[in-house]
């Protein structure tokens, strides 16, 4: 039984008489196109948790550049890379540079990801440089926020930050109080919150508690990460239920891996229960360098594609018109796909382009035969 206000929402404006036609009429003569929406946010995390697990170089130039195509899509809040162990991820090195060097837009928080002080550190030395500089005048900040992570299993932790769960909380709160103290939104990440690599299937109870730690510690959101992409809709309605004992699900987030195709149910399974943020990743891009064989996270298109015509809408900037645009962000998926010498896996991505160059074929055979 679903306990969130959505579901209470529709059925408040009328009493149910059983067997009456009523209700059936209600839902019936729904119309969500002119109704008032929920807003939900995206999270759009392509460009580090998308790219992080590329195995070839991938020019800065193409990173900024996703960037700032995401901006221009809508997109109001990019994980735009992460101050990690180089020799661990060679793929995100040179996050410096590129949140320096990207066009910023206002009204846009780019988040990048510190596993450690060190990595804060690399980070603070990036922003010293932007506020002495002339253009910290005129051009948004290089970063706002950091996410700073662990998970539900020490086994995972241990592949992840080369620690327990205990001391990775114990070594996050002061890098949370100090982010905190430079004017730094916090945003925390609870690995394996239905499954482990490792271990198997994970004690909710577990994620429940790191996820009230991360609270405590300062972050203003915690995104719950189906890592290896293995949860069902039903498994992460009971994960939900029991972290929402303690938490208040307006700061929780759903960050689904795609890996066995559930993540487009998984993500509509966290809005009914009552979640307003959703971590996605354009053309599908991702995976975890510490979760064998888990695939990227839920395709950015597929989310909006299968949020159309729902009560939900998806807030974005203006370049989005006040949304995510759909268009823009498939094309983004084939560009970026095409520049790591693939296609893009994202179903709506891959059915939206094959109905643009049909309906091109299309108009094109028209001019031919009305030139006839
Ligand atoms: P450590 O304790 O220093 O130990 O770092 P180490 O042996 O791993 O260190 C290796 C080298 O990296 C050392 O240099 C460190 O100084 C250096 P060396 O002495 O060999 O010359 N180093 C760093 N360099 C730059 N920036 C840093 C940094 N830290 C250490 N911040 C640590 C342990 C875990 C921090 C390190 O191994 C690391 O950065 N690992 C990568 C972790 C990572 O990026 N994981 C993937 C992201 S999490 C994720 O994808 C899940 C998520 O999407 C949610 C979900 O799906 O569930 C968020
Ligand atoms: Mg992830």
């Given at each position: 039984m679903l306990s969130s206000p959505l579901r209470l929402a529709t059925r408040s404006s009328a009493p149910f008489r059983p067997g009456s036609a009523g209700l059936i009429n209600r839902y019936k003569s729904r119309n969500y196109a002119t109704e008032a929406k929920i807003p939900i946010n995206i999270v759009e995390v392509g460009p580090r948790d998308g790219l992080q697990n590329e195995k070839g170089v991938i020019p800065v130039d193409v990173k900024v550049e996703l960037i700032e195509k995401l901006a221009l899509a809508?997109?109001?809040?990019?994980?735009?890379?992460s101050f990690v162990s180089p020799k661990w991820v060679p793929q995100m090195a040179g996050t410096g540079e590129i949140i320096s060097r990207m066009h910023r837009l206002p009204n846009v928080h780019y988040a990048v990801l510190v596993p450690n002080q060190k990595g804060l550190d690399g980070l603070i030395s990036v922003l010293n440089t932007y506020n002495s500089s002339p253009e910290s005048e005129s051009a948004p900040s290089p970063s706002d926020e950091i996410s700073i992570f662990t998970a539900a299993t020490d086994a995972f932790t241990r592949a992840n930050l080369n620690t327990s769960i205990a001391e990775s909380l114990a070594k996050m709160a002061p890098m949370a109080r100090a982010a905190l103290d430079k004017g730094l939104r916090v945003r925390g990440y609870v690995s394996v919150a239905i499954a482990c690599p490792y271990t198997g299937q994970v004690d909710y109870k577990k994620v429940r508690e790191v996820s009230k730690e991360l609270l405590e510690m300062g972050c203003y959101e915690v995104s719950l990460g189906d890592t290896v992409g293995r949860g069902t809709p039903s498994q992460v309605a009971e994960m939900l239920e029991e972290v929402k004992k303690d938490i208040p699900v307006g700061r929780l987030a759903g960050h689904f891996h795609d890996t066995f195709g559930t993540a487009v149910a998984n993500v509509f399974t966290a809005l009914e229960h009552g979640v307003r943020t959703i971590d996605s990743s354009v053309g599908g891009l991702g995976g975890c360098?510490?979760?064998?064989?888990a695939t990227g996270n839920v395709p950015t298109e597929d989310v909006l594609y299968a949020l159309q015509g729902s009560k939900y809408q998806v807030t974005g900037t203006e370049y989005g018109k006040g949304s995510v645009d759909l268009d823009k962000i498939t094309e983004i998926g084939w560009w970026i796909s095409e520049k790591l010498g693939k296609e893009s896996v994202s179903r709506a991505g891959r059915a939206l382009r094959a109905k643009k160059i049909r309906e091109a074929e299309m108009a094109q055979d028209g001019e031919v035969r009305a030139k006839l």
């Open positions: 809508g997109c109001n809040n990019i994980e735009a890379g360098p510490y979760s064998p064989g």
